[in-house]
């Protein structure tokens, strides 16, 4: 299933997270989770997990991971299984079971907002239902376009299409003021399109071609299933793929959107009315429900001027073939089998090489956290999170701020002018730990018991009319844009924090059994990394309040971009697949982010063994542990599919370069392994660092 979900934060990928996807974990209590699946020993290691045959010096990722591997071959639902995926799946068990007792008569016992959460379950488990209503509730959303008379009607259908979740044409909806980070405005975004990246679009290799066709004639059987003739669909696919491929080559490429200063474009009403000449803005923002205000973060102007010229060059009836389009795929996944079966078909068999869909139930959590995520993660912290876990983790952050303070200092390539400033951005980052300290209150969204369609609508707008609502009032820091079971974290440099949700804070990311040396080497890195971003090539350009505002001298600037510019031909020399490369350049935040954020776990370490020293351990020194500790999160099997989709749209670098090009950058992983300076982890070149 893919879910839609209506455009919210920003444009770009402004908010940074530490893997690509959201992921869950389970917990360690109730339910007992099965321990015995992760087999870390009391050091923390991962003993099983290890392949001794192969030597740490020479492939240091086969060596951490390569019994795990073969141990735990990609199921065929998931295409991707890492442990990220494995701690998601026990953590699902867990999400289960609250959902089908709130789903059982009186099983959500007195509180109103447990019933909505069953009610919403329930509603998505009953396929039955959904079965024999067929297409019912997709006929007032297409009876809507089929409305339309002229071109004039088109922007308040699309407007009513953005309250509730649907794709078309660009993205809407509000995120902090760029340049005052107090406020929230109005965001317009680029998209509308049904394929993964601009790129698919035009890209001349066979695969891509191969792909377009597989595209094209998905759209024309979901035409058909929601109720187009055959003839008709065929057609109309074809138009889709023209109006999709206009849009495309006006997107920015994702490359481009990672410079901040490139979407953010601040314009009145009036001038985004003018740069749509053909497209009746004042009716799509009042159908929108845009609240007065003036000014808007236009992120992508040649875009916005795209869809105009799509809407004047195109004839009504295409059109209104494309709305359709994205009416039944926009709510594909609560319709009937065969919507989502054909979904299934392209977005997951072809795009990523998944053999099987995932089990209904597993879809239904996916879709109850993405809509009621407070509610349920309420319930999940109560069962789940312990106290120690908290204390332990500010434990771990005051170490790593410690680190990053006096790598600051340390650096001979910043001035000291530039050196004052970023201390005081990483004194004013605030932590954010667990959950929200103020749960979100659901009491005015209707799930009603039956209607799997309309609640996904429905939550959709009211996770739409909350962004609405923010619009000129000040911005809400202590806001999470992650569900507390996320196996994830992130930080955020509109607003200057970091945040880590409950659910990674859990074994093989964080081991309360575990001394500090595993530890450091996963949760106490994953903390660093979520700091770097502060410091990387995208949220350097922000400053302790989160504003976008050039606070580096222009030499450090330059001196930070050289260096930064190590990563890219690093990591553009690795290999996906076949013969597709990294991208060094869509990859770079994350590649600074897991090199900085290992080094200050190091360093942060360091200064933790000179008054709690520690000894071996499961035949392992500290440091070895901390390394091993590092590379046993990113422990994975994938598809061929989905490397490639990968290495075209995700900022993450796949698991092997996240253990094997961070450590040959750090001579002390050659120190700690007794690596010959022949051996290929040992660099040849100068190491590339930032931090
Ligand atoms: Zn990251």
Not at 239 to 248: K, S
Not at 471 to 484: A, S, Y
Not at 550 to 578: H, I, L, M, N, P
Request: with cysteine.
């Amino acid at each position: 299933m893919t879910r839609r979900r209506a455009f919210a934060i920003v444009a770009g990928s402004a908010v940074l997270a530490f893997a690509g996807g959201s992921v869950r974990l389970a917990a360690q209590q109730v339910p007992p989770p099965p321990q015995s699946e992760i087999s870390v020993s009391r050091s923390g290691v991962d003993l099983a997990a290890l392949d001794r045959n192969a030597n740490p010096c020479d492939d240091f990722y086969k060596f951490a991971c390569g019994g795990w591997m073969t141990k735990h071959p990609a199921p065929p639902d998931q295409p991707r299984y890492g442990r990220f995926e494995e701690l998601q799946n026990r953590n699902n068990e867990i999400l289960r079971d609250i959902l089908e007792n709130a789903a059982k008569p009186g099983g959500a016992g007195t509180s109103a907002e447990m019933q909505k959460v069953g009610d919403y379950y329930a509603s998505c488990m009953a396929e039955e239902e959904i079965e024999k209503k067929g297409t019912a509730p997709l006929a007032a959303d297409l009876a809507r376009v089929d409305a339309i008379k002229t071109k004039n009607d088109i922007p308040a259908v699309v407007g009513q299409m953005h309250t509730v979740g649907m794709t078309g044409f660009f993205g809407f909806g509000s995120a902090p003021d760029f340049k005052d980070a107090t406020q929230y405005m109005l965001i317009y975004g680029q998209g509308g399109l049904g394929m993964p990246d601009r790129d698919y679009y035009f890209k001349e290799d066979a695969n891509s071609a191969k792909l377009r066709e597989a595209y094209v004639a998905h759209v024309a059987r979901m035409l058909e299933l929601g109720g187009t003739t055959a003839t008709a669909a065929a057609a109309g696919a074809k138009t889709i793929m023209q109006i999709e491929t206009a849009l495309a080559k006006a997107a920015l490429d994702r490359v481009a959107q990672r410079n901040p200063n490139n979407v953010y474009h601040k314009m009145s009403r009036d001038e985004v009315k003018k740069l749509m000449p053909n497209f009746n803005m004042s009716q799509y923002l009042e159908r929108a429900e845009a609240p007065p205000g003036d000014s808007a973060n236009v992120t992508e102007p040649d875009f916005m001027k795209a869809v105009d010229a799509v809407v004047a060059a195109n004839s009504l009836a295409d059109l209104k073939t494309y709305l359709r389009w994205h009416v039944v795929h926009s709510n594909a996944h609560m319709l009937p089998k065969r919507f989502v079966d054909e979904n299934f078909n392209f977005y997951n068999k072809t795009l990523t090489g998944a053999q099987e869909q995932r089990p209904r139930w597993k879809r239904c959590v996916d879709a109850a956290d993405a809509d009621l995520g407070e509610a349920l993660g309420k319930i999940y912290v109560e069962r789940t999170f312990g106290t120690e876990g908290k204390t332990r983790t500010i434990e771990m952050v005051e170490g790593i701020e410690a680190a990053l303070a006096r790598d600051i200092d340390e650096i001979s390539w910043m001035s000291p002018e530039t050196k004052k400033a970023a201390v005081t951005k990483l004194r004013a980052v605030a932590n954010k730990i667990g959950y929200p300290d103020r749960w979100r209150d659901y009491s005015s969204l209707r799930i009603a018991r039956g209607d799997a369609y309309g609640n996904s609508q429905r939550s959709n707008l009211f996770g739409y009319r909350r962004q609405m609502a923010k619009i000129g009032k000040p911005v809400d820091k202590t806001e999470w844009l992650m569900t507390p079971p996320t196996v994830n974290a992130y930080y955020n440099p509109l607003e200057n924090n970091i945040n880590f949700p409950a659910g990674i804070l859990q074994p093989p990311f964080f081991n309360r059994a575990a001394d500090d040396a595993v530890n450091y080497g996963a949760a106490a890195a994953v903390v660093g990394h979520e700091l770097s971003h502060g410091f990387d090539d995208q949220g350097r350009q922000f400053d302790a309040q989160g504003n976008l505002r050039e606070w580096w001298t222009a030499a450090d600037g330059k001196a930070f971009v050289e260096r930064a510019a190590c990563f890219d031909k690093q990591y553009s020399s690795y290999t996906a697949v076949g013969d597709v490369k990294l991208n060094g350049k869509l990859t770079m935040g994350e590649n600074v982010a897991d090199n900085g954020g290992l080094r200050l776990a190091w360093m942060a370490l360091m200064e933790r063994l000179k008054t709690k020293p520690l000894g071996q351990a499961d035949g392992f020194s500290p440091q070895q542990r901390f390394f091993i500790g590092w590379a046993q999160m990113w422990c994975e099997n994938k598809s061929p599919e989905i490397a490639r989709l990968h290495a075209q749209t995700n900022p993450h670098s796949p698991g092997e370069y996240r253990t094997n090009g961070v450590v040959v950058n750090m001579p002390e992983f050659a120190q700690a392994f007794s690596c010959s300076a022949a051996a290929k982890m040992v660099a040849k070149e100068p190491v590339c660092r930032v931090w």
